[in-house]
C-alpha cells in the first residue's frame, strides 16, 4: 500500500488530478463571480494549479531539492532537474506583481465610483 | 443639276396641295358634305404670304420656321424620284435613308425653338406632345426601315429601291409595310394619330402665334413634307417610280389609302397614341425584323 | 513601378484630356484647388500612357480620390458616400482583375500578357471583373446610383471634367483591355451580348430619367450616362466599324458635354438658379449662350449637319453591318427619346416667358464662360461639315490595336460600304436652302409687327393674369409618365436596392459590435468556450 | 557589444529615474537614439546568435535575424518617434518610465530564442501595457485596465501551460531544440500545445474571437498611448508567434485554420466600425482588422505574402501612429473623440494627414499600403488563392466606406473650432506622411529587406 503511495506515477497522478480540481475551482470563480476582487483571486488560484501540476509533474521520488550547498558543485542524477523549480520561482514572482497591480487598479477604481461588481462596470463601449 | 433640284421642289409643293386639296375633298364627302376647289389651297397658301401683319417674337421666332421649312426641303431633296432614274435623284448620292430619316426631325426641333421663343405654353405644350408623339411614330418606322437596310445590306435608297424590280417589299416584307404605314399614318398627321395641331386638344397647339407669312411658310413646308413622306414610302415598299405616271399613281394609291383609314378612326390622346404606337406596330414591326 | 509607353490610343484620349482642362482653365470658379487639378490631370496622363496593368490602376485610384475631394468641397455626406464607395469599389474589382491577370499570365505588362494558355473561366471571371470597373466609371446601371448626384453636386466646373473625360476613362480602358489585351478570340460571346444590351437598357432608362428632371445638371448627366451607354453597346459589338463609331462619339461626347456643361455653369453663375422651374425667358438675354448651346443639343440629339451626327450615323452603320437589327431598335428608341430633353434643356433654361422677376437685373456673362464653349462649338461645326477628318487618327489606332481600318473616303464622306454620306454637301445645301428661303422672308418682314408686352399672346381669347406661370418647364414630360411602359421606367429606381444593402451592413455592423462590448467575464467565457471547442474538434 | 543592451539599456533607463526626475523625457529621446545606434551597429552583423551563461538547452539565448532586425529597428523607430513627439510634456514622467519599460519587453520579445524568456518578456511588455492603460487615472481608465488584466491573465495562463507542456515532454526551453524535437511527441499533446499557445498568443494579436475586449480597451488608454499598442504591442505578440509557429513546423491544415480566422477577424471588425460613433474606437476596429490581414497573410507560407505582410507591418505602425498621435490632438481640442466632435474641427494640415493615413491603410496608391496590398495579393495570387484575393478586396471596400465617411463628415459640417498644431508635432507629422509616400513610390529598398526577412522567418529558428 504505501510503496504504491510512494510510487512516482502515483504521485504525478495525484498531482494532476489535485491541480486539476483546483484549475476548475479557480475557473469557476473567475467565470461566476461578480466581485473584482474574488474574480483577480481566482484568476491567482488557477495560476497556482499550474504552478502545482509543473513543479508536482517534476518530482521524483528519491531525488533531492536542487540546492547548490556546500561541497556540491553540479546538478547530477540525484538531484530533481532544477528549471522547472527556477521557473516557478520566477512566475510566481511575477504573478504577485500582477496581482497586486491589478487590485490596486480595483482599489482605485473603487475610490473613484464606489462600484466593486463587474458587472455594473458600463463606463466603456459603443457611444450612442 | 439645280433644275433638277428646283423641278423637285416645284414638284413637290404641287403634288402635296394638291393632295392636300384632294384630302380635304374626299374627308368632306366621307362627313357628307361638298369640300372646297382643288385650287383653293394653293389660293390659301399664297394669300397667307401676302397678308398685311403677322406678329413677330423676336429672332428665333423668325429662324423657327425657316429652320423647319429648311428641314421639309432637304428632305425632299434628299429623296430619289424615279427608279434608276439619272433625272430627278436629287442630292440622294450624297446621303442615305439614316440621313434622310435625321432630316425629317430637323424640320420639328427647328419648329419647336420658334414656337418655344414665344412666351405662350400652349406652344410649348403643344410642341411637348408633338414631340411625344414623335418618339411613338419613330419608333415602328425605324424598326421598319432598319429590317429592310439588312434585308438590302444597304442604306442607300437607290439600291433599296432597285433590289425590288422582282418583288415589291410590300410583298417581301409585308409586316415592316404594315408597321411603317400606321406611322406613316401619324407623320402625315392623320386621324387617330392627330392630337398634335388639332385646336381642340390644347388651345391650337405649337402653331398658336403663327399669322400671315409664318403660317405660310409652316403650311407650304406641310405640304412638301406630306409628298416626301409619301415618296419615301413609295420608294421603300413600292419599288419606286419608273415614270411620272407610274410616281402619280403610286403616291396617290398610297395616299388616298392613308386618307380612309384616317378618317375611319377617331383621335388619341398623346399618352393613348405613343402606347398604342409602342404596343402593336412596335410589335409587330420586330415581328416583321425577326424574319428578315 | 511606374511604366509608360505612348500610344495613338493614349494620345487620341489625353489630347482630349488637355483640350478640355485648357479650356476649363479660363472658366471662373471658386473651388478651384491647383493640387487637386494637378493630381488628377497626372493621374489621367498616367491611365492613358500606362504600360503595364500597375501603372494603370494607380493611376485609376489617384483619378478616383482626387476627384473625391474636388467633389467633396459642394457635395452632401450621402453623396460622396454613394461616390466613394463605387469609385473605390469598382477599382478593387480592378485591382482583383489585375491581380487574376497575374496570376494566369504572370506579368503585368500589357506587351507580356497572352491568353493563349489560359482556361476559359478564369478569363470569364477576368472579363467580369473589369466590366464592373468600367460600368462604375461609365455609370452603367445598376452601377449608376453614384453618377447624377456627384455630377449634379460637384461644383459647376468639376461636372464638365467629371461628364467629359473622367466618364470617357471607362471607355478608354475597355478600349485597351478588350481589343487590345484580352482579344476579342478570348471573350465569350454571351458576355458582349449582356454587355450590350445592358449598355443599351442604360441608355433607355437613362433618357426617361433625364426627360423627367427639373435640374439641369441632373438632366446633362442622366444625359451622360444615356451616351456613354451607347459607347458600351458599339463597343461590344467588337469590329472595326465599331471601334471607330465608339471613337468618334467619344470625341463628339466629349465636346458636347463640355460645351452643355459650361453653358449650364454660365447660367447658374448668373442667375443662381439651377431648375427649370425657376429659369426661363433667358434667350435675348443671352443670345450667344443661347445659340452655342443649341449647336450642342444638336449634337447630342445626333442630328445633321453638325457633328453629333457623324457619330450616331457611324454607330448605326455598324450595327446594321452586324445585322444588329434589335440592338439598333432600341438604340434608335434611345435616341428618338433623346430630342425630348434636348428641347427641355434649351426650353427651360432659354425659351417661354421668364420665371423669375429678377430675370433683368441678371449680370453679364463673363466672356471667359465662352472659352470651352467656342472650343467645342467649332469642333462640333467643323466634324459636321468635314467628317472624314479625324477618322485617319482613328485608323491610327485602329492599326495599333490590330484592326483593320475601313473607313476614310476623303475629309467630307464618312461612312463605309454600307452607306456614307458627304457631310459638306448635308450642311452645304441646308445652309444654302436655309440662306434662300432667309432672303424670300426678310423680302415680306417688313410687314411684321412686335408683340404689345409679354402677355401679348393668343390665350383663349383672353389676356392672361400677371401672375400666371407662363413657363412650361415645370411641366414638360409630364405626359411621358402616363405611357405605360414609360411610367414602369419612370417609377423604378434602383436606389431601394442599394438602400437594403446598405441597411443590411448596417444591421450587420451593429449585431458585430455588440460583441466587441463584452465585458471582462463573458470574455473570459468566450475564450475558455473557444477552448473547449477546439479540444473537442482536435480530439475527435 | 551585446544584444542584452536593447532590453538592459530602457529598463534600467527606468530604474534610475529618481536621479533625474525632471529630465527623464530627455532621457528617453537619449536611450532611444542609443538603440538605434545599436541597431546600426548590427545590421552589418546579421544573422546573430547570442548565448547568455550556461550551455544549450538550458541557455537564455538571444537572436537577431533579418527578421527579427526589421522589427526591433520597427519599435525602436516608433519609440524615439514617441518620446520626441512627446518632448515637451514636462509633468508625464510615469509614461516615460513605463513606455521605457514597455520598449524593452517588446525589445526581449522579439530577441529572446527560448520561450521561458518569452513568457517573462511576454509578462513586462503586458504589465506595462497594464499600467499605460490606467494612466489617466479616471473612471474609465481604471475600468479598462482592470478589463485589460483580467482578460490578459487569462492569456498568460494559456501560454504558461502551453511552456509547460512542451518543457514537460521535451525537456527544452530553447526554440531551435524544441523546433527539433517537437514531431517526436504524441499528436494529442502537440496538439494541445499549439492549442494553448493559439489561445494566448491570440488574446495577445487581438484574433477573432479572443479580441472582443480591444475596442475597449483602446478607448480608455490615452490616445497617444493606443497608437503604441496598435504599433507596437500588438507586432511584437503577432511576431513572436509566427516565429514559434514555422519554427515548429506545424503542418498545413493548422495554418489553413489560421487563415480562416484571420480573415473572418479581417471581416468583422472592419463590419464593426462601420457603425461606430467613436473614432477611437473605429481606429481600434481597423487595427484589429489589420492585425486580421496580417494574420492570413503571415500565416501563409509564402515568401511573397509574408514578405508583404511585413511591409504592411511597417505601414500599418507608420499610419497608425499619424492617426492617433493627430486624433490626440483633435480630442485635445474638441476634449471628444466622437464622431460629431471629428467632423467639427477645422485644419488643412491635420485633415491632409488624417486623409494620407486613411488612404494608405486602405492600400489606395500612390502610398505605401498599396505596395504592402499589393505584395500580398501578388503572393496569394501565385498561390492561386483567389478566393482571399476577392475576399480581402471586398473587406477592404467597407473599410473605405467608414474611413471616408469620417472623412466627409469633417468636409461638410460647420465647423466649431480652428486647431493649431505647433510646430514640432507638424513636422514630426510631416515626416510620417513624407514616409508613407516615400515607401509607396520607392519600396524596392525595403521589400527586398522584408524578402530575406520573410525567409528567415518562414524557415524558423535553426540551431546554428
Not at chain 3, 460645351?259 to 443671352?286: E, M, P
Amino acid at each position: 500500500m504505501l510503496e504504491t503511495l510512494n510510487q512516482t506515477t502515483f504521485l504525478h497522478t495525484v498531482v494532476a488530478i489535485g491541480s486539476f480540481t483546483i484549475f476548475t475551482i479557480g475557473l469557476v470563480g473567475v467565470l461566476s463571480k461578480k466581485n473584482l476582487f474574488k474574480i483577480f483571486l481566482s484568476l491567482s488560484i488557477v495560476e497556482s494549479s499550474l504552478f502545482l501540476f509543473f513543479i508536482g509533474s517534476h518530482f521524483e521520488v528519491g531525488k533531492a531539492a536542487p540546492i547548490v550547498a556546500d561541497g556540491i558543485k553540479l546538478f547530477d542524477g540525484h538531484m530533481v532537474d532544477p528549471v522547472p523549480q527556477a521557473m516557478i520561482l520566477t512566475t510566481i514572482v511575477i504573478g504577485v506583481a500582477v496581482l497586486a497591480l491589478s487590485l490596486t487598479f480595483v482599489v482605485n477604481y473603487y475610490r473613484l465610483s464606489g462600484n466593486i461588481d463587474i458587472d455594473k462596470m458600463d463606463e466603456l463601449g459603443e457611444v450612442q | 443639276m439645280f433644275i433638277d433640284l428646283l423641278i423637285m421642289l416645284v414638284m413637290a409643293y404641287g403634288f402635296g396641295f394638291l393632295y392636300y386639296g384632294l384630302y380635304r375633298n374626299i374627308s368632306a364627302r366621307v362627313h357628307g358634305r361638298f369640300g372646297p376647289s382643288l385650287a383653293q389651297s394653293f389660293y390659301d397658301s399664297i394669300k397667307l404670304f401676302t397678308k398685311d401683319t403677322s406678329t413677330d417674337f423676336g429672332w428665333m421666332f423668325f429662324a423657327g420656321p425657316i429652320i423647319m421649312a429648311s428641314g421639309a426641303i432637304l428632305t425632299v431633296l434628299f429623296i430619289p424620284y424615279f427608279n434608276h432614274g439619272e433625272r430627278l435623284v436629287g442630292l440622294s448620292p450624297y446621303g442615305n435613308l439614316i440621313v434622310v430619316l435625321y432630316f425629317m426631325v430637323l424640320g420639328p426641333l427647328g419648329n419647336a425653338l420658334g414656337v418655344g421663343s414665344h412666351g405662350n405654353p400652349f406652344g410649348a405644350m403643344g410642341i411637348t406632345r408633338g414631340l411625344t408623339r414623335l418618339l411613338g411614330l419613330e419608333m415602328p418606322f425605324y424598326i421598319a426601315v432598319v429590317g429592310l437596310m439588312i434585308a438590302n445590306e444597304s442604306a442607300d435608297i437607290g439600291t433599296i429601291m432597285a433590289n425590288q424590280a422582282e418583288t415589291y417589299n410590300i410583298i417581301a416584307h409585308p409586316l415592316l409595310f404594315i408597321a411603317a404605314f400606321i406611322s406613316f399614318l401619324g407623320f402625315l398627321g392623320k386621324s387617330p394619330f392627330d392630337v398634335v395641331g388639332a385646336p381642340q386638344e390644347v388651345y391650337s397647339g405649337p402653331a398658336v402665334e403663327f399669322g400671315g407669312k409664318f403660317l405660310a411658310l409652316a403650311l407650304s413646308q406641310s405640304a412638301i413634307f406630306s409628298f416626301a413622306k409619301l415618296l419615301l414610302m413609295v420608294d421603300l415598299f413600292l419599288g419606286g417610280a419608273d415614270s411620272l405616271w407610274d410616281l402619280i399613281l403610286k403616291t396617290f394609291v398610297l395616299f388616298v389609302a392613308s386618307v380612309f383609314v384616317g378618317n375611319v378612326y377617331g383621335r388619341f390622346t398623346t399618352a393613348q397614341s405613343v402606347d398604342f404606337l409602342l404596343k402593336v406596330p412596335t410589335v409587330i414591326a420586330i415581328v416583321g425584323l425577326l424574319f428578315v | 513601378m511606374f511604366n509608360f509607353e505612348i500610344t495613338a490610343l493614349g494620345n487620341m484620349f489625353f489630347g482630349l484630356t488637355v483640350l478640355v482642362f485648357v479650356s476649363l482653365f479660363f472658366v471662373p470658379n471658386k473651388h478651384r484647388s491647383v493640387t487637386l487639378y494637378s493630381l488628377l490631370f497626372a493621374s489621367l496622363a498616367c491611365i492613358f500612357y500606362a504600360s503595364d496593368l500597375i501603372t494603370l490602376f494607380i493611376g485609376w485610384e489617384i483619378m478616383g480620390w482626387s476627384s473625391y475631394f474636388l467633389i467633396a468641397k459642394t457635395a452632401d455626406k450621402q453623396t460622396l458616400q454613394k461616390y466613394i464607395v463605387f469609385n473605390i469599389g469598382g477599382a478593387f474589382t480592378l485591382l482583383g482583375a489585375i491581380i487574376l491577370i497575374y496570376g494566369a499570365c504572370g506579368s503585368f505588362v500589357y506587351s507580356e500578357l497572352d491568353f493563349s494558355a489560359v482556361p476559359s473561366g478564369q478569363v470569364t471571371a477576368i472579363t467580369i471583373l473589369l466590366l464592373l470597373t468600367l460600368f462604375v466609371k461609365s455609370g452603367i446601371m445598376p452601377f449608376h446610383y453614384w453618377v447624377v448626384d456627384s455630377y449634379s453636386q460637384s461644383n459647376d466646373l468639376f461636372s464638365a471634367v467629371l461628364s467629359a473625360i473622367i466618364s470617357k476613362t471607362g471607355v478608354f480602358a475597355f478600349i485597351l483591355i478588350f481589343f487590345q489585351i484580352i482579344t476579342v478570340q478570348y471573350l465569350q460571346t454571351p458576355i458582349l451580348e449582356v454587355v450590350a444590351w445592358l449598355g443599351v437598357l442604360t441608355s433607355i432608362i437613362a433618357t426617361f430619367k433625364a426627360i423627367n428632371e427639373d435640374e439641369a445638371k441632373r438632366l446633362l448627366a442622366y444625359s451622360s450616362i444615356a451616351q456613354v451607354g451607347y459607347i458600351v453597346t458599339i463597343l461590344s459589338i467588337m469590329g472595326s466599324l465599331s471601334l471607330e463609331a465608339a471613337l468618334y462619339h467619344t470625341v463628339i461626347h466629349t465636346f458636347v458635354k463640355l460645351l452643355l456643361f459650361i453653358n449650364v455653369a454660365a447660367i447658374i453663375y448668373v442667375s443662381k438658379q439651377h431648375r427649370f422651374s425657376t429659369l426661363g425667358g433667358l434667350l435675348y438675354k443671352y443670345p450667344l449662350n443661347f445659340i452655342l448651346l443649341v449647336v450642342g443639343i444638336i449634337s447630342l440629339a445626333g442630328m445633321p449637319p453638325l457633328g453629333g451626327f457623324s457619330s450616331k450615323f457611324l454607330i448605326y452603320t455598324a450595327l446594321l453591318e452586324e445585322h444588329k437589327g434589335l440592338l439598333l431598335a432600341a438604340v434608335l428608341f434611345s435616341s428618338a427619346s433623346a430630342f425630348l430633353y434636348c428641347y427641355k434643356l434649351v426650353y427651360g433654361i432659354y425659351l417661354g416667358q421668364p420665371t423669375n422677376p429678377k430675370t433683368e437685373a441678371y449680370p453679364r456673362i463673363p466672356l471667359r464662360f465662352y472659352v470651352p464653349q467656342i472650343l467645342g462649338a467649332v469642333i462640333l461645326i467643323t466634324l459636321g461639315t468635314i467628317p472624314g477628318v479625324i477618322v485617319p487618327m482613328f485608323n491610327g489606332i485602329l492599326g495599333s490595336v490590330g484592326f483593320e481600318p475601313v473607313l476614310y473616303r476623303g475629309v467630307f464622306v464618312l461612312g463605309s460600304d454600307f452607306a456614307s454620306f458627304n457631310g459638306g454637301v448635308v450642311i452645304g445645301a441646308f445652309g444654302l436652302i436655309f440662306v434662300l428661303i432667309l432672303l424670300f422672308f426678310v423680302r415680306l418682314k417688313n410687314r411684321s409687327v412686335k408683340p404689345k408686352d409679354r402677355l401679348d399672346i393668343s390665350y383663349c381669347g383672353e389676356v392672361p393674369r400677371a401672375d400666371v406661370n407662363l413657363h412650361y418647364g415645370y411641366g414638360m414630360g409630364r405626359e411621358l409618365s402616363r405611357i405605360g411602359l414609360i411610367k414602369m421606367i419612370l417609377s423604378r429606381s434602383s436606389h431601394a436596392l442599394w438602400q437594403r444593402v446598405s441597411t443590411l451592413f448596417g444591421d450587420l455592423s451593429g449585431i458585430t459590435q455588440k460583441l466587441y462590448t463584452l465585458s471582462a467575464q463573458n470574455m473570459g467565457l468566450v475564450i475558455f468556450a473557444f477552448f473547449t471547442i477546439l479540444l473537442y474538434m482536435g480530439v475527435k | 557589444m551585446s544584444l542584452v543592451y536593447f532590453i538592459a539599456i530602457p529598463i534600467l533607463a527606468s530604474f534610475l529615474t529618481p536621479f533625474y526626475k525632471n529630465y527623464l523625457r530627455f532621457v528617453s529621446v537619449l536611450v532611444n537614439i542609443l538603440l538605434a545606434g545599436f541597431a546600426a551597429f548590427f545590421y552589418s552583423r546579421l544573422p546573430l546568435n547570442e548565448f547568455i551563461s550556461l550551455d544549450s538547452p538550458l541557455s537564455i539565448i538571444f537572436i537577431l535575424d533579418y527578421v527579427s532586425f526589421f522589427f526591433v529597428s520597427l519599435f525602436i523607430g516608433v519609440m524615439l518617434f514617441f518620446s520626441l513627439y512627446s518632448i515637451k510634456e514636462k509633468n508625464n514622467t510615469a509614461v516615460f518610465v513605463v513606455t521605457n519599460i514597455f520598449t524593452s519587453g517588446a525589445l526581449g520579445l522579439i530577441l529572446s530564442a527560448d520561450i521561458f524568456n518569452i513568457y517573462i518578456f511576454f509578462e513586462i511588455a503586458s504589465i506595462s501595457a497594464y499600467i499605460l492603460t490606467g494612466l489617466n487615472r479616471d473612471k474609465v481608465a481604471y475600468s479598462g485596465a482592470i478589463k485589460y488584466m483580467i482578460v490578459g491573465a487569462v492569456a498568460s495562463i494559456f501560454l504558461l501551460l502551453g511552456i509547460m507542456l512542451m518543457y514537460l515532454n521535451l525537456g527544452y526551453l530553447t526554440l531551435s531544440s524544441i523546433g527539433a524535437g517537437f514531431h517526436t511527441m504524441d499528436k494529442g499533446i502537440q496538439y494541445l500545445v499549439l492549442l494553448s499557445l493559439f489561445i494566448g498568443f491570440g488574446i495577445k494579436t487581438e484574433i477573432l474571437p479572443l479580441n472582443f475586449w480591444v475596442a475597449d480597451i483602446y478607448q480608455a488608454t490615452p490616445t497617444k498611448i493606443a497608437a503604441l499598442f496598435s504599433a507596437v504591442l500588438s507586432k511584437a505578440y503577432l511576431f513572436v508567434f509566427f516565429h514559434i509557429l514555422y519554427t515548429l513546423k506545424v503542418d498545413a491544415p493548422a495554418l489553413l485554420f489560421l487563415t480562416a480566422i484571420g480573415l473572418l477577424s479581417f471581416a468583422v471588425a472592419e463590419l464593426s466600425a462601420l457603425r461606430s460613433k467613436d473614432v477611437k474606437r473605429i481606429f481600434a476596429y481597423s487595427t484589429l482588422g489589420q492585425l486580421g490581414v496580417l494574420f492570413l497573410a503571415l500565416s501563409s507560407a509564402n515568401v511573397v505574402v509574408v514578405s508583404g505582410a511585413l511591409f504592411l507591418i511597417l505601414v500599418h505602425s507608420i499610419s497608425k501612429l499619424m492617426l492617433f498621435f493627430s486624433l490626440d490632438l483633435v480630442e485635445k481640442k474638441m476634449h471628444s473623440t466622437r464622431v460629431e466632435a471629428f467632423a467639427g474641427f477645422r485644419s488643412a494640415f491635420l485633415f491632409t494627414i488624417f486623409a494620407i493615413g486613411f488612404l494608405s491603410l486602405l492600400g489606395i496608391p500612390p502610398f505605401a499600403g498599396f505596395i504592402a496590398k499589393l505584395t500580398i495579393l501578388k503572393g496569394f495570387a501565385s498561390m492561386g488563392a483567389y478566393g482571399i484575393v476577392g475576399a480581402i478586396l471586398a473587406i477592404s471596400l467597407v473599410e473605405a466606406t467608414y474611413f471616408f465617411r469620417l472623412l466627409s463628415a469633417n468636409q461638410r459640417s460647420k465647423k466649431t473650432a480652428e486647431i493649431k498644431v505647433p510646430l514640432l508635432q507638424k513636422i514630426m507629422l510631416s515626416l510620417l506622411a513624407l514616409a508613407i509616400l516615400y515607401l509607396g513610390l520607392f519600396p524596392q529598398g525595403l521589400l527586398d529587406f522584408c524578402t530575406d526577412a520573410a525567409q528567415t522567418l518562414i524557415q524558423g529558428v535553426i540551431h546554428v
